[in-house]
């Protein structure tokens, strides 16, 4: 299994560019924190009119 990755990064080296690949994990890591940050304001949201309706 580990020649398997190891193959397969290798492959990954040898067709794609460093800076496709460094574009492609920022996209990737932007999009995930837009993400995670849209959750986090909406769990907050919820948390307060939780306590907000108990009144």
Avoid: D, E, P
């Avoid at 990755?5 to 932007?30: D, R």
Wanted: hydrophobic content about 65%.
């Amino acid at each position: 299994m580990k020649n398997l990755h190891f193959l397969l990064f290798a492959f990954v080296l040898f067709t794609l560019s460093s800076c496709s690949v460094i574009t492609g994990i920022f996209k990737a890591g932007a999009i995930a924190g837009i993400i995670a940050v849209i959750v986090v304001i909406a769990v907050i949201i919820w948390i307060i009119s939780l306590f907000r309706g108990k009144n």
